[in-house]
């Protein structure tokens, strides 16, 4: 039978002191008993350790945007668990490093537009012109190199779905 797990998709289980239990990549960058946030960048280890405390003490969950020190860009669910020896869940998804290069305005859009929100709701959404929607659009899809609008709103659908609270991005 065929891996269900779709290419750039991660499972990792993480004991309450955020050390690594079990992974699902076929190729782990983060083996058992390493810390969960040992290969990201400074920053974003920092944002993952606060947010682990949370999601272990508080029993919060949690949506993140991490980048590791291959330059590889991740978005990373974390949920408490109810077990002693197994604290935290996360999954976490492979996103392309141009996200970084939108504006927040236009990561909303495209977060609407995921939603299958049409231009003017999003318009009346954001207090905005539907002009104003069709130009942060147009701009989006030109930083994102892609092709047409169609290619934008599967992009989206794909990585731009709305955030969960508490969120925190690259940018935070």
């Not at 969960?36 to 993952?48: C, F, G, Q």
């Not at 272990?56 to 408490?80: C, D, H, I």
């Not at 935290?88 to 996103?95: A, G, R």
């Not at 392309?96 to 939603?115: F, G, M, S, V």
């Amino acid at each position: 039978m065929p891996d269900a797990m779709l290419e750039g998709t991660n499972i990792t289980i993480c004991d309450w002191r955020g050390y690594v239990i079990w992974q699902s990549a076929h190729v782990p960058l983060a083996k058992p008993g390493d810390l969960a946030w040992k290969h990201l960048i400074k920053e974003s280890a920092e944002l993952a350790k606060t947010w682990f405390s949370r999601v272990v003490s508080l029993r919060e969950e949690a949506t993140l945007e991490f980048e590791n020190k291959r330059g590889q860009y991740f978005r990373a669910w974390m949920w408490p668990l109810e077990k002693p020896d197994v604290a935290v869940c996360m999954l976490s998804i492979t996103i392309p490093r141009e996200l970084k290069t939108l504006t927040l305005r236009e990561r909303e859009i495209l977060e609407l537009l995921a939603q299958g929100r049409p231009t003017r709701e999003i318009a009346l959404a954001l207090d905005v012109s539907a002009s104003t929607v069709h130009t942060h659009l147009r701009k989006a899809r030109k930083r994102l190199g892609l092709p047409s609008v169609e290619s934008l709103t599967g992009f989206a659908a794909r990585y731009c779905h709305p955030q969960a609270a508490p969120n925190q991005s690259l940018d935070a």
